[in-house]
């Protein structure tokens, strides 16, 4: 009896399942475990022409995931590196890009200085710190001190913003201080700042959405006092003659 009409023992089956947690790692999970395969017979293929060949059409396999990329030069160029990196560079083939190395993917980028790392008062930002460090560089005159007062108003918009509620003015004039590092001293200044109702007010106009000048406002079919529909007339639906 052929072999291929043998039947087979279902216990058999069962018992030679396998697992994936018994298979290889996927170095890139996204293109599924047999193309992964397929990479690893490509790799073993010992004819240049025919590994050259398996490799090109592997590269038609993984862009055909995206057809509407498959064209682009920086696409082909990501796939053949994507190859490399699958076949855990093992695979030679001649390649149209520079063949990436384990040294250069495994580099780490360098740590970003941020200005900041611990700031103590964040509901000002850091835009309102460049400001007082370029108000610091300034010479005394009048120029320099609007600069102060526009500074501080615009701090205590910004404390209104995150905090709905009355700020005074001192309270400004203290943090000012101390963002300044003691250059801008207002605590003996009689200056005033805006009002807070102003401010709270421009705040919340500037959250809203303002509606365009001209665009129609959307009426409700329902009446305002009663909540039932407005009625419709009974000549609105006949049909023209």
Do not use: C
């Not at 360098?110 to 710190?129: A, H, M, S, T």
């Not at 501080?152 to 509620?165: E, F, I, Q, R, T």
């Amino acid at each position: 009896m052929n072999s291929k009409y043998i039947k087979e023992n279902a216990n058999d089956i069962v018992h030679h399942l396998e697992y994936n947690a018994e298979r290889s790692h996927l170095i890139i999970p996204e293109y599924g475990r047999h193309l992964q395969k397929l990479i690893d017979q490509a790799t073993q293929i010992k004819d240049d022409v025919e590994r050259n060949k398996a490799a090109k059409y592997i590269i038609q396999v993984m862009g055909s995931l995206n057809p509407h990329l498959r064209d682009v030069l920086d696409f082909q160029h990501k796939l053949w590196d994507q190859l490399f990196i699958m076949s855990d560079f093992k695979l030679v083939a001649d390649s149209p890009y520079p063949i990436p190395s384990r040294e250069v993917l495994q580099l780490k980028p360098d740590v970003l200085n941020y200005p900041q790392n611990f700031p103590k008062y964040r509901y000002y930002g850091n835009n309102i710190k460049y400001m007082i460090d370029v108000a610091n560089k300034w010479e005394d005159g009048d120029m320099k001190s609007a600069l102060v007062k526009v500074i501080a108003n615009h701090m205590k918009k910004s404390y209104l913003s995150w905090n709905k509620d009355t700020v005074k003015d001192d309270v400004i004039f203290e943090h000012l201080y101390e963002l300044s590092d003691g250059k801008l001293n207002l605590l003996q200044s009689s200056e005033e700042l805006l009002n807070t109702t102003d401010l709270l007010r421009t705040n919340k106009r500037v959250s809203n959405k303002i509606l365009p000048v001209g665009q129609p406002k959307i009426l409700s079919n329902k009446n305002s006092k009663t909540g039932k529909p407005n009625p419709t007339h009974k000549n609105q639906n006949r049909k023209p003659l």
